[in-house]
C-alpha cells in the first residue's frame, strides 16, 4: 500500500497541508475568495459569457485585460508580503514576540521579490503590449493570436505555482534568485525551491513567446505607410524591449532548467561536490537578470514619451535621439550583469570593465530625462494624473540613477552590496520607473477601453500616497544601508539603535499601501459613476493611432487598414482634416480556442507534478500538452470572416451612438 | 468676481506650496531624529580600506550631483512655467530638436563618466581586496570559515581559533583567506573594509587594516539559510600589547579545536562567541580539501610548499 | 490578388520568419548550455573522472553525423518534390529523414546508456553533466522534430498536399536543418576539441 501510495502521491502527505496561523489564513483566504467567485459566476449565470468572452478569446486587448487582472491581484499579495516583512522588523522580536520565525520570513521574503518582478512588473508590462501595440502601429491584433493566448495561460499557470505554497507544502527561502548552494538539493531539499523553479520556468516560456510574438508584430503588421522611424516611441520601447526578451529569458530557461536537474536527477552543476560550479549559476541567471530590469523599465520609459508628448500638446523632442537611447540602453544591458557580484572576487581588470560599462548606462538614461523635459519646454502643459505620475517618475528615477552609479564603482560597491542600500535603490528604480510608468499608462489609456475617465481627486491623491510613502520607506533604508544593515535580516541587535529607521519605513509601506488603497477606490467610484465621467474617444487631445479607434475599440479595432503618412499619425490626421477610408472589405478574426486554457490548466499540473514527484502525472500532462498542441497546430479552420456589411453596420451603429 | 476667483486661487495655491514645505520638513525632522546618534561606519570609516571607499562614495555622490541637480531645477522650472494655465509662456509645438542643447546632455554626461570611468580603473585596482596593504608592519594571518551559521577565525600563526569575534591588533595589516563550510556567505565588516564572498572549496582574500582601537561590527552578506541574521561577529581591534596578552590568554583555553570538534563546530546551529586553542594548523585548509579531489589535494599541497620553500608571499 | 489571398501569403510568410526568430532564441538556449559546458570541461569539472578524451568514441561520433547530415540533404529533397507536387517522391524521402533522424537519435541513446552502465552517468561529474544534458537537449529537440515530422507523413498519407502542408513542411526542414547545425557545433567543440586533452 505504502509503495503505490508513493507512487501516486509522490512526496506528498497529509502534513503538506498543514501551515502555521498566517500561512494557513493566506491560504484559506484564496480558497474562500476562489470558491466565492466561482459561486457569484455561477449565480449571476455567467459562465457562458466567460468561457466566450475571456477565457477563450484571443483577442489581445482582453488578454491584456486577463494580465491585468493578474498582476493587480498580484501586487496585493506582494504588498501584503512587504507588510509582512516590514512589519516583522519593527518588532525585532522583541518581549519575546516572534511575529514570523526565520523560515516563515525567508519565504515571504523570497515570494514578494519573485511574485513583483514575475507576475506583477512582467503581467503588467504585458498588459501594455497586448492593449496598446496593435493598435499604435494600426494594426487588429499581435503576429500570432493563438500564441499569445498560450502565453497568458502559461503566465497564469505560473501565478497559480506560486502561490499553491501556501495551501500545500512550502515556498523558497533563498531569496528572488535562489543562489545555489542554498537551493541545491543539500540544503534545501524541501519543495520550496521546486515550486520556485517551475512557477518561474512555466511563465518564462511564456513570457519568451510574447517577446517573439511582438517582435514579429512590430516588424510585420504596422500599418502600410508606418516606417521603423514613424512609429511611437511606445512601440520602439517595445521593440527593444521584446529583443532583449528573445536574446535573454533561453538563458533564464537554461539556468533554472540546470537547476532543477541538480535536484531531480542528481546532477552537478552547482553543487558544491563533484565538480560542481555555483559561480556559474551567478553568471547565468544575472546574464538574464539584468537585461530583465531593462524588460521592465523601457516600456515605461515609452509610456512617459507618449504621456509626455500628449499632455505638452507638443511633439516628442528628439526622436531620433530616443530611439538612439533606447537601442544603446539594450545594448549595454548586455554587458554590465557582472556588477550585481562584484564581491564576488572576479578581480580588478574585470570588476573595471563592468563598472564602466555599467555606469556608460547613465548616460543615454539621462539623455531620454532630459528629452522629456524639454518636450515640456515650450508645451502647454497640463498636469493630469497621468502627468504626476511622471513628475513622480523623474523625482525619484534619478535619485535611483545616482545611487546606481555609486553601486557601480566596484570598491563602493564592496560596501553596499547586499545591504539595505542596495534594496533601497533597486525599489526605488522599480518603483520609480516601472510601477510609476505603468500607472501612468493605466491612468491615461483607460477612457480609450472603457469608455469615461477615471475619477482626478483620488487618482491625485494615491499618487501623493505613493510618492510619500515610497521616501519613507526607502529613504530610511538607504541610512541603514550606511550604517551596516544587510538585507533579508528577520532580526538585529536592537542595540545598533536601528528600529526607528524601521518605523519610519513600516508608516511609508503603509502609506504606499493607502495609496493601493487609493487607487482601488479610484477604479470603483469611477465605475460607479460613469455615466458622469464618460468621455469621447479621444479625451486628451492625443496624438497616436490608438485614439483613432472608437471607445472602447470595436472587435476588429479598425474598420479599415489605415494608410500613415506622418510620425504622430493621428495628431496629423487631426489636423489636416484627414479620416479612416470607409470602402469596407471582408476581415477574419481568429476564431475563440480552449487550447490556451488547457495548455495552462495541464502545465500547472505539470509543475505540480513535478514539484511533488508524481512522475506519472508528469508523464501524462507533457503528452496531453504535446496532443493537444498537434491537434490544434493541424487544425486549419481556425478563422472566421466578419464580412464587410457587418462592419458597415457596426461602424454605423458606433456613429449613431456617438451623435 | 475676477479678482475674487484670482484671490482664492493664489490662496490655494499658497496653501499647497505650505503644506508641501510643511510635509517636506516633518520628513527631514524624522529621518534626523532616527539617524541621529546612531553609528553609521560607512560613512564614519575606522580603517585605512574603508576610508579610500569612502572617499570614492564622496566622489561620485559630487559628480552625480552635477547631473541630479540641473535636472531637478530644470523640471521644475519648465513645470511652473509651462504649465498650461500660464499665458505668459511660448507655446511653440514645432520645437522638437536642437542639436546645440542635445549635444550637450549627451557631451557632459559623457565627460562626467569618463572621469568617473578613470577614478573607477585606478581605484578599483588599488583597492583589490587580493592586494596586500602597503606597510612596514608584520601582517597577521587570520583564516576564515563561513559556518552554519557562525563565523570561525583562525590563527595558524598564534595557534588559535575563535568563533564570532576577531582580536586584531590596531594598525597593523591583516590578511584574510576567506572559505565556506556551508551555503554561500560574504564577509562584511563596513568600519573596516568592503566585504567579499566566502565559497565552499575556494579561498578568497580580503586585506585591511584599523586605523586604532575598538569594537567594530561585522556580519554575513549573503543569505546562508535559517540562521542567517544569527551570523554577527566582532571585530575587536586592539593595541599591539593587548593583542600578544589576548593571544597568550587564548592558548590557555580549555577548548581544543581539532578536525573532530570542528566537525561538533560546523553542525548547523548558532553560537555564542569561543575561544579555541588550534590544534590542527593544517585544518583550514583540510576544510578546502573537503570539497576537492584527492589529486587536486595533492597538487594544491605540491604548490603550497613549492611557494614556501621558494620566495616569501 | 485578393486582398484574402495576400492576407494568407502574408500569414504564412509570418509563421516562417516567426519560426526563423524562435530558432534564434533556441541558439541563444543551446549557446548557454555550451558556456556551461565551456566552464565545466575542466580539470575541476571532470572531478578525477574520465574526460571527454577518455570516453568519446570518435568513431561512433561520426556516424552519428553522417546519419545526421544525410538527413537534412534527404528533408530538402522531399521539400523540393513537395513544391513540384511530387507526392509519393517526397513522401519517400520524407520517411527516409525520419529513419536517418531515429536511427541517430537510437544511436545516442545507445551511447548514453554504455555511458551510465559503466558507471560514467550525468551524477557523476559535472563534466558529465554538462555533455548529457548539452548532446541530451540537441537529442530531444530531434525528438520533437521526428514527432513533428511523424504528424506531416501521417497527414500526408491521409490526404493530398495542400499549400499549407507544403509550408509547414518548409517550416520542419527549417527546424531540422538548425538541429544539423547545433550538431555541427556539438561535434566540434564537444567531441573534437573537447575529447581532446
Known sequence: MSDLQQFIFGRLTWQDFIHEPIMAGAGIGMIVALIALIGLVTYLKKWKWLWKNWLTTLDPKKIGVMYLIVSVIMLLRGGADALLVRAQQVVNNSNGVELLNSDHFQQIFTAHGSIMIFFVAMGLIFALFNMIVPQQIGARDVAYPFLNSVSFWLFAAGMILINAPMIVGEFSTAGWLAYPPLSGLEYSPGVGVDYWIWSLQIAGIGSLLSGVNFFMTIIKMRAPGMKMMMMPIFTWSVFVTVLLIMTVFPILTVSLGLLSLDRLMDMHFFTTDAGGNPMLYINLIWAWGHPEVYILVLPAFGVFSEVVSTFSSKKIFGYTSMVFALIAIAFFSFVVWLHHFFTMGAGANVNTFFGITTMIIAIPTGVKVFNWIFTMYRGRVRFTTPMLWFMGFVVTFTIGGLTGVMLSVPPADFQFHNSLFLVAHFHNMIIGGVVFGVFSAITYWFPKFTGFKLHEGLGKAAFWCWLIGFILAFGPLYILGFMGAVRRLDHYDPSLGWEGLFIVAAVGVVTIGLGVAFQLLQVTVSIINRKKYKVGPDPWGARTLEWATATPPAEYVFATTPQVKSRDEFWAMKQEGRSFSKKYEDVWLPKNSSVGLLIGLLATGFGLAVVWHMWWAVLLTFVAIVVILVIRLTNDDTEMKLSAEEIARHEAALQRRAA | ?313 | MTTRAKEIAETQERKSLGLWVYLMTDCMLFGALFATFATLNTHVGVFGGPSGADLFNLKFVLVETMLLLTSSFTIGLAYLCATRGFKAQSMFWLISTFLLGASFLALELWEFNQLAAEGHGWWSSAFLSAYFVLVGTHGAHIAVGLIWMAVVIFRLLQRNFKQTDVQRLSLLSLFWHFLDIIWIFIFSFVYLIGGMS
Open chain 2, 1 to 313: 468676481m475676477g479678482k475674487h476667483k484670482q484671490h482664492s486661487r493664489v490662496g490655494k495655491r499658497l496653501v499647497q506650496v505650505l503644506v508641501s514645505c510643511f510635509v517636506a520638513l516633518a520628513i527631514i525632522a524624522a529621518f534626523i531624529y532616527v539617524t541621529y546618534g546612531r553609528e553609521i561606519p560607512v560613512l564614519q570609516p575606522a580603517g585605512t580600506i574603508a576610508q579610500q571607499e569612502y572617499i570614492l562614495i564622496l566622489i561620485t555622490v559630487g559628480l552625480g550631483v552635477f547631473v541630479v541637480v540641473p535636472v531637478f531645477i530644470l523640471l521644475f522650472w519648465v513645470a511652473v512655467r509651462y504649465r498650461d494655465g500660464n499665458k505668459k509662456a511660448k507655446y511653440d509645438p514645432e520645437f522638437a530638436s536642437h542639436h546645440g542643447l542635445e549635444a550637450l546632455w549627451w557631451g557632459i554626461p559623457c565627460a562626467i563618466i569618463l572621469f568617473l570611468a578613470i577614478i573607477t580603473a585606478i581605484a578599483t585596482h588599488r583597492l583589490d581586496p587580493y592586494k596586500p596593504l602597503e606597510s612596514d608592519v608584520e601582517p597577521v594571518k587570520v583564516q576564515v570559515v563561513a559556518l552554519e551559521w557562525k563565523w570561525l577565525f583562525i590563527y595558524p600563526d598564534e595557534g588559535v581559533a575563535t568563533v564570532n569575534y576577531m582580536t586584531i591588533p590596531e594598525k597593523t595589516p591583516i590578511n584574510l583567506t576567506i572559505t565556506a563550510d556551508a551555503p554561500m556567505n560574504s564577509l562584511w565588516i563596513p568600519a573596516l573594509t568592503g566585504q567579499i564572498y566566502a565559497m565552499t572549496g575556494m579561498s578568497t582574500k580580503l586585506h585591511f587594516m584599523a586605523d586604532g582601537v575598538g569594537v567594530y561590527n561585522g556580519a554575513t552578506a549573503n543569505i546562508s539559510g535559517e540562521g542567517y541574521a544569527d551570523m554577527t561577529f566582532k571585530v575587536n581591534s586592539v593595541s599591539s600589547g593587548d593583542f600578544d596578552a589576548w593571544v597568550e590568554k587564548s592558548k590557555l583555553s580549555t577548548s581544543l579545536l581539532n578536525t573532530t570538534t570542528y566537525r561538533e563546530l560546523a553542525q548547523p546551529a548558532k553560537s555564542d562567541q569561543k575561544t579555541y586553542v588550534l590544534m590542527d594548523t593544517l585544518l583550514y585548509d583540510k576544510i578546502i580539501d573537503k570539497y576537492m579531489m584527492p589529486e587536486q589535494v595533492k597538487q594544491r599541497a605540491r604548490e603550497k610548499s613549492a611557494t614556501e620553500t621558494g620566495a616569501s608571499e
